[in-house]
């Protein structure tokens, strides 16, 4: 089966196309390594920060109705049709899908234990910086800002958490860079002969010649 047949086939069972790859992070070690996350006091706002935002909504709030931004946010969720959602796992592994803003995040839940190693265990997902763990399900995924696009970190909700790799199914896992290999093979592919241009046949002019006029010589000027 070749790198299209296995994509299409795990597509087919999971209902939508996944993409497999490394984090750039740990492309130059010999394997996926884990990065412990920066903590949560790493990301704390200053009071300054504070006074900043809490100045920028209020401003935000004085110059437009309720009315007016209600319109404005529907709007602007008609102009999304799709959100590439990204999933980091802590040995920096990312699976990405194509989701529609209206699904929920249970969505993403219910295709996560679809991927992962031990769908029995409990997980949760989250956001960062600062780290923010995504627990209302049953939110969609404008509303809860991740469109167009967004990355998202996975976690085992058990302790040792780093004992419990592989994440991925070996089978999800090995899709790893496909993608990419089949849109080389693609841009690779010979032009199709059929669909060549050719150049357009040159157009002869049918007029009759029109003869020069020629004075007689017995006519005298």
Known sequence: ?????????????LGREVHVFVSPVAGNSNGPKQIPDEPDEFYEFTNEDYFCLMASKKEDNILKTKKLRDAEKAA????FSK??????FPDNYIIEADFEPS??????????????????LPFYIYTTPPKKRITDLMKDFYSSNLVPRALVRFQYDVPEEEDKVPFLRDDIAALCD???FVGQKEEQKPADPSLTVEPPAQVLDNKPAVKKAVKPKWLKM
Request: hydrophobic share 45%; charged share 25%.
């Open 76 to 79: 602007r969720r008609t102009n």
């Open 103 to 120: 699904e929920s995040i249970s969505t993403l839940m219910d295709f996560l234990r679809k991927v992962i190693a031990q769908p029995e």
């Open 178 to 180: 496909l993608h990419l």
């Open 83 to 88: 959100t590439v959602i990204r999933v980091q």
């Open 1 to 13: 089966m070749d790198a299209q047949d296995k994509l299409a086939s795990v597509a087919g069972q």
